[in-house]
């Protein structure tokens, strides 16, 4: 069974402290991986996508990377502007954009 | 960017009851999806539609039901509203079936 898991769950940092959020899936076979952001009451803000191992994307002070198995969504010096749930959705082979979603981690920056 | 818009934000129902939520699709997108999101939860995938046409449906039952339109405009329909279907429920609209795809805002269903 298709299964998209991220840890942790909730996460608190200080503003100005770098952290990663961490991203694992098994897949019978990975298309493209997605990160979006989405802020309370809601709807998913798209951040970037990936499609092979050992790509990376970065934007402002993330950066998304992809390996066979997980990826990681790195934020460095996070500012309280951050703080929101970060999604990462997996799209399977043959299955036209029609998404997977972990439950999200839920983060905070404290300033 | 988006430009996906749904409506209406909020709505309560009764249980038993039928509802119909509304998508407009950013402009030029032809492939429109929609999730289901509880409370805590990731999105969960319901169906998409491609030019009009159901184009996959994820493991939702059948009293969930869509439509798109030839503007791309789509509709979900749920009847027989059970308290569990209490959720966001999300629209989502890209240029085709095999690029990004952008969330409206979501329409918060409450099913007392």
């Known amino acids: 069974e298709d299964q998209v898991t991220q840890s942790p769950e909730a996460l608190r940092l200080q503003e100005g402290e770098s952290s990663s959020l961490n991203c694992s899936y098994t897949v019978s076979g990975l298309r493209g991986l997605f990160w979006y952001r989405q802020d309370p009451g809601k709807g998913p803000e798209f951040l970037f996508t990936?499609?092979?191992a050992g790509e990376e994307k970065e934007k402002e002070r993330l950066k998304a990377t992809l390996t066979k198995k997980e990826s990681f969504l790195h934020i460095t010096a996070p500012k309280p502007e951050d703080s929101a749930t970060y999604l990462c959705a997996v799209e399977i082979v043959g299955s036209a954009r029609q998404l997977t979603f972990g439950s999200g981690t839920q983060l905070t920056v404290l300033p | 960017e988006t430009g996906v818009t749904q409506s209406p934000t909020h709505l309560i129902k009764t249980r038993g009851q039928q509802v119909t939520l509304r998508c407009s699709s950013q402009s030029g997108h032809n492939t429109v999806s929609w999730y289901q999101q509880a409370l805590g939860q990731g999105p969960q995938f319901i169906f998409q539609y491609y030019r009009e046409e159901e184009n996959g449906r994820g493991n939702f039952p059948p009293r969930f039901s869509g439509l798109q339109f030839p503007n791309y405009s789509s509709e979900l329909n749920v009847n027989a509203l059970e308290l569990d279907d209490s959720a966001l429920y999300l629209c989502?609209?890209?240029?085709?079936?095999?690029?990004?795809?952008?969330f409206g805002q979501g329409t918060r269903l409450t099913v007392v």
């Open positions: 989502a609209s890209s240029l085709t079936a095999n690029t990004e795809a952008f």
């Open positions: 990936l499609y092979s």
